[in-house]
């Protein structure tokens, strides 16, 4: 008995020294393009990363506060999301307790003179790391599901920020679009004058007329696109459909200076990428358990029973040596499954690594295409309200001149559409300057 059992040991310790690769963590792999993700940025490359502000920080409308916050309380992607984390918990926790030996009691009773009683234990040795892999990929998953509801709660404060801003331009838009309305109401009173003193034509005061009915039409549109918006929004928040109170465009105020940080931040606080990473991790642990498969799972067992026939209790260790023996043996007869469970678990793990590579570049060109069309958008704000302040001298000289019969209609007609359309351009701008600092936000980590 002493020599099968000294046998079996020095086999395990044989197997362990072969097989020590099973045991590896994970560690991440040098990436070297990784520094070269910001290359086509102007210097806003270093320093502390906007992605770092929370969003109570980034946007200073305390309605806009009111609306996130209900979303985080409401939203049901992000509830899922939670309930995700709970079931990766629960996962790891059994993970952990498959570690810890294992017992069972049973009774059996028939006549008055026959009883009978046993307890047995067992504990699978995790010599070759199966169960550590397995507890390991549970943990990885864990903070991969977390992860997941950083993704979501990320991505609902951004929707919802772009919706609320969105709202406050259709509200600019309308306002304009109603001031415009009121000036070709007086537009058409004027040209009517000049009609009866016989400085103008009817074909002035028609095409007046016409490009008021032109301005009703889109305010008409305006007013359908925002409640359209408020409706979806209070979808997105968890409310039914109501009015979303809001302040305006004119009252917003975003950092005027964006830094993105050191590109290799992105690794720690992009959640997409955490995930990607987490994921290859998983796939990691995998292959190693795959490793494992190859070599004996060794389980102690054994028993104790009690009858009331002789009321000995009885120890049995053969039963021990026996599941020792049939431990070592098992993987000789799959050895063909588990070489390809192998090969799964490493074409597995390929595709991960790539998968992960390919989020960190991902990554890079939205950070990239934010930065730009920021700086793009600040750009044409500032150009739309030089050209607005020339339309608007152009429009007031053109109806003075008309007036003295030195300019004819087309000349105001033309000026005032100009005007109108940038304003709308200008409101329009505006919000792109806004969602840009957004997605720039959203695509460094989103404040986490």
């Given at each position: 008995?002493?020599?099968?059992?000294?046998?079996?040991?020095?086999?395990?310790?044989?197997?362990?020294?072969?097989?020590?690769?099973?045991?590896?963590?994970?560690?991440?792999?040098?990436?070297?393009?990784?520094?070269?993700?910001?290359?086509?940025?102007?210097?806003?490359?270093?320093?502390?990363?906007?992605?770092?502000?929370?969003?109570?920080?980034?946007?200073?409308?305390?309605?806009?506060?009111?609306?996130?916050?209900?979303?985080?309380?409401?939203?049901?992607?992000?509830?899922?999301?939670?309930?995700?984390?709970?079931?990766?918990?629960?996962t790891l926790l059994a993970a952990r307790w498959a570690?810890?030996?294992?017992?069972?009691?049973?009774?059996?009773?028939?006549l008055p003179s026959q009883f009978s009683a046993s307890m047995g234990a067992s504990w699978q040795a995790d010599i070759f790391g199966g169960l550590r892999n397995a507890k390991r990929k549970a943990q990885a998953a864990l903070e991969q599901s977390e992860a997941y509801r950083q993704a979501v709660q990320t991505e609902l404060v951004a929707t919802i920020a772009n919706s609320y801003y969105t709202l406050l331009m259709l509200d600019e838009q309308l306002t304009i679009s109603t001031r415009t309305m009121t000036t070709?109401?007086?537009?058409?009173?004027?040209?009517?004058?000049?009609?009866?003193?016989?400085?103008?034509?009817?074909?002035?005061?028609?095409?007046?007329?016409?490009?008021?009915?032109?301005?009703?039409?889109?305010?008409?549109?305006?007013?359908?696109?925002?409640?359209?918006?408020?409706?979806?929004?209070?979808a997105l928040v968890g409310v039914v459909p109501m009015t979303i109170t809001r302040s305006t465009l004119a009252d917003q105020e975003l950092p005027q200076s964006l830094s993105t940080g050191v590109p290799a931040e992105l690794l720690s606080r992009r959640p997409d990428v955490r995930q990607a990473e987490l994921a290859l991790a998983q796939a990691f642990y995998s292959v190693n358990s795959a490793r494992a498969s190859f070599y004996p799972n060794v389980t102690l067992s054994g028993a104790l029973g009690w009858t009331t026939?002789?009321?000995?209790?009885?120890?049995?260790?053969?039963?021990?040596?026996?599941?020792?023996?049939?431990?070592l043996s098992q993987p000789v007869f799959g050895r063909g499954v588990n070489k390809a469970r192998l090969q799964a678990a490493q074409a597995q793990y390929e595709q991960a690594g790539y998968l992960f590579r390919q989020s960190l570049l991902d990554a890079g060109v939205e950070v990239n295409n934010a930065l730009t069309m920021w700086q793009t958008a600040k750009k044409r704000v500032d150009l739309g309200k030089k050209q607005i302040i020339s339309l608007q001298a152009a429009v007031w000289n053109t109806q003075?001149?008309?007036?003295?019969?030195?300019?004819?209609?087309?000349?105001?007609?033309?000026?005032?559409?100009?005007?109108?359309?940038?304003?709308?351009?200008?409101?329009?701008?505006?919000?792109?300057?806004?969602?840009?600092?957004?997605?720039?936000?959203?695509?460094?980590?989103?404040g986490y």
């Amino acid at each position: 008995m002493n020599r099968i059992i000294t046998r079996i040991f020095i086999a395990i310790a044989f197997l362990s020294m072969t097989g020590c690769g099973i045991y590896r963590q994970y560690e991440r792999e040098e990436m070297q393009f990784v520094d070269s993700l910001y290359r086509r940025m102007s210097p806003q490359a270093e320093g502390y990363s906007t992605g770092n502000i929370s969003w109570e920080v980034m946007f200073t409308d305390p309605l806009l506060h009111e609306w996130i916050q209900t979303g985080l309380d409401y939203n049901t992607d992000l509830h899922v999301a939670r309930l995700k984390v709970q079931e990766a918990e629960a996962t790891l926790l059994a993970a952990r307790w498959a570690l810890l030996p294992g017992a069972d009691f049973n009774m059996q009773g028939g006549l008055p003179s026959q009883f009978s009683a046993s307890m047995g234990a067992s504990w699978q040795a995790d010599i070759f790391g199966g169960l550590r892999n397995a507890k390991r990929k549970a943990q990885a998953a864990l903070e991969q599901s977390e992860a997941y509801r950083q993704a979501v709660q990320t991505e609902l404060v951004a929707t919802i920020a772009n919706s609320y801003y969105t709202l406050l331009m259709l509200d600019e838009q309308l306002t304009i679009s109603t001031r415009t309305m009121t000036t070709w109401e007086e537009s058409i009173r004027t040209l009517e004058a000049l009609k009866r003193a016989g400085k103008t034509n009817e074909a002035a005061v028609l095409q007046a007329k016409a490009n008021k009915l032109g301005v009703e039409a889109n305010i008409l549109t305006l007013k359908k696109e925002i409640l359209a918006i408020e409706n979806s929004l209070c979808a997105l928040v968890g409310v039914v459909p109501m009015t979303i109170t809001r302040s305006t465009l004119a009252d917003q105020e975003l950092p005027q200076s964006l830094s993105t940080g050191v590109p290799a931040e992105l690794l720690s606080r992009r959640p997409d990428v955490r995930q990607a990473e987490l994921a290859l991790a998983q796939a990691f642990y995998s292959v190693n358990s795959a490793r494992a498969s190859f070599y004996p799972n060794v389980t102690l067992s054994g028993a104790l029973g009690w009858t009331t026939g002789n009321g000995n209790i009885v120890l049995d260790p053969g039963s021990m040596i026996a599941n020792l023996i049939a431990g070592l043996s098992q993987p000789v007869f799959g050895r063909g499954v588990n070489k390809a469970r192998l090969q799964a678990a490493q074409a597995q793990y390929e595709q991960a690594g790539y998968l992960f590579r390919q989020s960190l570049l991902d990554a890079g060109v939205e950070v990239n295409n934010a930065l730009t069309m920021w700086q793009t958008a600040k750009k044409r704000v500032d150009l739309g309200k030089k050209q607005i302040i020339s339309l608007q001298a152009a429009v007031w000289n053109t109806q003075l001149l008309m007036k003295h019969g030195n300019a004819d209609y087309l000349e105001v007609l033309t000026a005032q559409k100009n005007l109108l359309q940038a304003e709308l351009t200008e409101a329009s701008d505006r919000l792109d300057e806004i969602k840009s600092v957004i997605s720039l936000y959203r695509a460094l980590g989103g404040g986490y």
